[in-house]
């Protein structure tokens, strides 16, 4: 069963699985994850771990020995694996249906990877062991799955944080597990049982924000102004060039356009608009939040900066780019600006 972070708790209090196959390219998230599994599996009698980091091929001599070692006396026990890879060979993929068949009660499997290939999805393989166990898909947390994150981790270190404070944390670390939790350690360190101000945080951290051309299109389409524009900024000042982000922000305004003057597109359209079934419903909400007369005013002003960059006319094109992800990202109509 295919499950993401917020059903886990809910599925271990219903019972241990005879598998977990934890997919992530974010080390803190996995970690997470596994700590959660490990602590339940721990309160069931599990005491026993092995540890074997496995290539594609899923073969290891100790793991087959592992697996085969059956006594009356054994305690229960977890294997865990760390395979460096997101997909399964051939190969590999045979021999790991062949270690479900050798679990046993007493047995706890494990496995870590890095982010599961969509087309692992749809393999035999994934199909036969999908029914068996837990496949928990780690994606970058949404903005109220980071908040909900944040504010349990803040709670798990038993800081005394003010709201201020709290929110200082959030958008310095928006998204950041990794950066947050060594944020929180270091205030943990700092302060212990004290209280926590803004500013005790800001003179204390450094931001760490994680930011990607990707979370930058969501916030848009979420019509998360505010956080659109700081993801820019970020972007800016890493270096990214202004020629990557418009391009990016003009395919998403190219797919606004389409879909507000053709809210249910069919599957040939989707082909055409080369739009993820996945994005569909999300892009289709964004649309709708204006018409399309809106949508195509804005290609005005792309089409201004685009003009800046090239040097053909006087300007500044990060504050085009900037008015035009404004634009796109409010939840009102703003007026297209020329330059």
């Known amino acids: 069963m295919k499950i993401n972070l917020a059903q886990l708790?809910?599925?271990?209090?219903r019972g241990l699985s005879a598998f977990y196959w934890l997919s992530c390219d974010d080390p803190a998230l996995q970690e997470d994850a596994l700590s959660a599994i490990l602590t339940e599996a721990q309160k069931q009698g599990f005491n026993e771990k092995q540890h074997f980091v496995l290539s594609t091929q899923f073969d290891d001599a100790g793991l087959w020995q592992s697996l085969h070692n059956r006594c009356l006396w054994q305690e229960?026990?977890?294997?865990?694996?760390?395979?460096?890879?997101?997909?399964?060979?051939?190969n590999g993929a045979t021999h790991f249906l062949d270690c479900l068949r050798l679990i046993t009660a007493d047995t706890l499997l494990i496995i870590q990877s890095l982010k599961l290939e969509s087309n692992q999805y749809q393999s035999?393989?994934?199909?036969?062991?999908?029914?068996?166990?837990i496949f928990l898909a780690l994606w970058p947390l949404a903005e109220k799955e980071w908040q909900k994150w944040l504010n349990d981790s803040i709670k798990a270190f038993q800081l005394r944080i003010d709201p201020a404070g709290i929110q200082a944390l959030w958008s310095n670390f928006d998204?950041?597990?990794?950066?947050?939790k060594n944020a929180l350690q270091t205030l943990k360190l700092a302060?212990?049982?004290?209280a926590i101000s803004e500013q005790d945080i800001l003179a204390l951290i450094t931001p760490q924000g994680d930011y990607t051309l990707n979370q930058l299109t969501d916030a848009i389409l979420n019509a998360e102004g505010i956080k659109a524009q700081r993801i820019l900024n970020y972007l800016r000042l890493q270096g990214v060039e202004i020629v990557l982000l418009l391009w990016a922000v003009l395919?998403?305004?190219?797919?606004?356009?389409?879909?507000?003057?053709?809210?249910?597109?069919?599957?040939?359209?989707?082909?055409?608009?080369?739009?993820?079934?996945?994005?569909?419903?999300?892009?289709?909400q964004a649309a709708l939040r204006f018409p399309n007369p809106h949508w195509k005013a804005l290609f005005k002003t792309a089409a201004t900066c685009d003009t800046i960059i090239k040097g053909r006319k006087p300007g500044n094109p990060w504050i085009v780019l900037s008015q035009l992800?404004?634009?796109?990202s409010t939840a009102t109509?703003?007026?297209?600006?020329e330059a």
């Open 251 to 284: 395919r998403e305004l190219r797919l606004l356009s389409l879909l507000s003057d053709n809210p249910v597109p069919s599957d040939k359209d989707l082909l055409a608009y080369r739009l993820w079934p996945q994005r569909k419903a999300l892009l289709q």
């Open 325 to 328: 992800v404004c634009s796109m």
């Open 76 to 90: 229960k026990k977890i294997i865990l694996i760390h395979l460096n890879a997101g997909k399964l060979t051939q």
């Open 9 to 13: 708790a809910p599925s271990l209090n």
């Open 175 to 180: 998204g950041n597990v990794l950066g947050a």
């Open 191 to 194: 302060y212990n049982d004290k």
């Open 333 to 337: 109509p703003l007026l297209a600006m």
């Open 124 to 133: 035999t393989w994934y199909k036969t062991a999908d029914p068996k166990g």
